[in-house]
């Protein structure tokens, strides 16, 4: 006589026999959680690199371009505008209630001659108010003084990879060097920043905003950044500063973008990358349940005189779907183990051979794929389990 235990040790045992019907089936569900873990990984690395990218430098900053944009985050100094962002505005701003300070800025490029030395980098002119609003510290010397606009000295402050280059270890501080032709004279040293979206702070030189206009031929700043007070509201911030240049300008000709809508915008991204992956690894996930569904249905086409006795001993029919749920619910499981196991392997290597390229996988996201692996497993698994309850005693135990 054949106990349900036993029943159920014997379709285990069967599982083990049929063991490359059991391997391509778990390896179905296996790749869809692989693809679905590795590529949520990339997706999280990716967002929280981004987010330290535009956060580096604080919380609180409205950036205003010249240029009226429909598009939020795309800068508008591309883009004809009626009149120019000007130094005066960035003055006229800082006035506003809960505004702490303002940074002009016009950035290019030139060469940085030392002596012998020479190195073509990025120039930014800024205000005085860098170290501030842009979060950054100065290791020697001392930043850009607050001159006023038709006075501006010819002084400069390099960064850390800058000074390294053209000074080898030497204090630059009050040497003469030459930056696109023009005489400056070096006053500091920034401390190390490294990059931000591609750009090198460290490899840059920090002049006046107004030189630079003149370096670089503008007759508008390429962004105004503003930074206000903490706890404020930064719409509310953004009407008070749209109101300002709209009385100067006489139309709004020129793009105010907050970091809030930078983040909306990035989220926006990443739900298509989300959903990206959501396709992915559903179609391998689809192609796991049916072999599931497949193995389930032969094995309870060979175990019908098993099924027929343990009915005619009286099983209850639920007790028998339960065992052949059990099943399919295991090579789910095991799917889903070996698919986590290759997905945060596999981003654990590309962190490895591409460590430009961010990776991170939460463990909310590897349970999760684990839950669903279970998940697809029994609802592949419930229509044969009930095809087996619902058998016929005596039909199958004529079966051979």
Do not use: C
């Not at 900053?61 to 883009?79: D, E, K, N, Q, Y």
């Not at 300008?249 to 926006?268: A, R, W």
């Not at 298509?272 to 309870?300: H, N, R």
């Not at 028998?320 to 183990?337: Q, S, W």
Request: proline share 4%.
């Amino acid at each position: 006589m054949t106990s349900p235990d036993g029943f159920q040790h014997a379709k285990l045992k069967a599982l083990i026999s049929q063991r490359l019907r059991s391997g391509l089936t778990i390896s179905g569900i296996a790749v869809g959680i692989a693809a679905v873990v590795l590529l949520t990984s990339l997706g999280e690395g990716v967002h929280r690199f981004v987010l330290g990218e535009f956060t580096q430098f604080g919380t609180n900053l409205i950036g205003i371009s010249p240029g009226r944009t429909s598009t939020t985050g795309v800068s508008g100094a591309v883009i004809s505008n009626v009149r120019p962002l000007s130094i005066d505005d960035a003055e006229a701003i800082a006035k506003v209630p809960r505004i702490m300070a303002t940074v002009p800025v016009v950035q290019g490029n030139a060469a940085v001659e030392s002596g012998s030395r020479s190195r073509r980098t990025y120039v930014f002119g800024v205000g005085a108010a860098v170290p501030e609003v842009w979060r950054m510290a100065v290791a020697q010397g001392r930043f850009l003084p607050d001159d006023p606009a038709s006075g501006t000295r010819a002084l400069a402050v390099l960064g850390s990879r800058v000074s390294h280059e053209l000074f080898r270890g030497a204090n630059p501080l009050g040497k003469r060097i030459r930056i696109g032709g023009e005489r400056y004279r070096t006053i500091g040293v920034m401390a190390g920043k490294g990059q931000m979206l591609g750009f090198d702070l460290d490899d840059a030189v920090y002049i006046p905003a107004p030189r630079a206009l003149a370096m670089f031929n503008r007759e508008s700043l390429m962004e105004i950044d503003v930074l206000f007070a903490t706890g404020s509201d930064a719409d509310r911030i953004a009407d008070r500063i749209r109101a300002l240049l709209v009385a100067r300008h006489g139309s709004e000709d020129f793009t105010i973008v907050t970091q809030n809508q930078m983040l909306d915008v990035l989220g926006s991204v990443l739900g298509v990358l989300t959903l990206a992956v959501g396709a992915i690894g559903g179609i391998s996930l689809l192609v796991g349940g049916v072999g599931i569904a497949t193995i389930m249905t032969i094995a309870v086409r060979q175990r019908r005189e098993e099924i027929g006795l343990l009915r005619s001993l009286g099983i209850e029919q639920h007790r028998i779907m339960t065992l052949f749920a059990i099943e399919a619910t295991l090579l789910g499981v095991l799917g889903g183990v070996a698919g986590v196991l290759l997905g945060t392997g596999g981003a654990w290597l590309l962190e490895v051979l591409v460590p430009k390229l961010p990776t991170h996988t939460p463990i909310s996201y590897v349970i999760l794929a684990e839950l669903l692996a279970a998940v697809i497993g029994l609802l592949s698994g419930i229509l044969p389990a009930r095809q087996a309850a619902r058998m016929d005693p005596i039909e199958a135990l004529r079966a051979e």
